[in-house]
């Protein structure tokens, strides 16, 4: 079992910067390959980005690639989501996962095992 709790969230305006962070409360988090997906209301669940169990690899939903990067520091079992020039339209709540299974995908809520309890995110224009 991973219990993941995810920082606080917030308010920024278009165009500004926030820092999501993912703490997980097991020491073997190397073994786990890392997710961040975001749900704005009335909408689907959706992938932002993944980073694998070293961090040799990330992966980004194409639309966010160049104003998100995932990394994570695995001497503080923390995973990472910085976000830059936002817009109204990152509005959502922002869920970081685990995924336990090497064997498994890495873009769909399916491949995931564990789910932080989600912060929200607020972009104002």
């Known amino acids: 079992q991973v219990q993941l709790v995810e920082s606080e969230g917030g308010l920024v305006q278009a165009g500004g910067s926030l820092r999501l962070s993912c703490a997980a409360s097991?020491?073997?988090?190397?073994?786990?390959?890392m997710g961040w997906f975001r749900q704005a209301p009335g909408k689907e669940r959706e992938f932002v980005a993944a980073i694998t169990e070293s961090g040799g690899s990330q992966y980004y939903a194409d639309s966010l690639k160049g104003r998100f990067t995932i990394s994570r520091d695995n001497a503080k079992n923390t995973v990472y989501l910085q976000m830059i020039s936002l817009k109204p339209e990152d509005t959502a709540v922002y869920y970081c996962?685990?995924?336990?299974?090497?064997?498994?995908?890495?873009?769909?809520?399916?491949?995931?095992?564990?789910w932080g309890q989600g912060t929200q995110v607020t972009v104002s224009s």
């Open positions: 996962a685990a995924r336990s299974s090497y064997y498994s995908g890495i873009y769909y809520a399916r491949d995931y095992d564990y």
């Open positions: 097991r020491r073997t988090f190397s073994r786990y390959a």
